[in-house]
């Protein structure tokens, strides 16, 4: 898959959301996503494949990557429209996607339409 075509993608999806894309968050959520759309066996441990990686490109720690990420998927909640993110995720108003759950939601979208096809993670 080229690498532009699955950033493009990722821009794209996360345009179904509402939060800041000037923030490092957003940036580190595009990287995670890209991450677990190169390899799916890295979302059997995000700490380790997912966020490191993350924290060694950007020159911080592991744990600063993933609480910026939850906090930035926490605002996406608040944000986007309850009618979008049932349509998204196929799930009630009330509940709030884990971070976990966002990014693997999303890789498997991009995945999909970068490959034509549904694909289960």
């Known amino acids: ?22 923030s490092m968050a957003y940036q580190y959520l595009i990287d995670a996503i890209y991450i677990v759309v190169k390899d799916r066996n890295t979302m059997r441990d995000l700490k380790d494949y997912v966020y490191l990686p993350i924290a060694k490109r950007y020159n911080t720690r592991a744990e600063n990557v993933q609480w910026s990420l939850t906090k930035l998927v926490d605002i996406m909640y608040t944000n986007t429209p309850a009618k979008t993110m049932y349509n998204y995720f196929n799930f009630f108003i009330d509940e709030k996607p884990t971070l976990k759950f966002f990014i693997i939601t999303v890789a498997r979208n991009v995945y999909s339409k970068i490959n034509k096809k549904y694909i289960y993670y």
């Open 1 to 22: 898959m080229e690498d532009k075509r699955i950033i493009d993608e990722i821009i794209l999806q996360l345009s179904n959301f509402r939060f800041s894309r000037y």
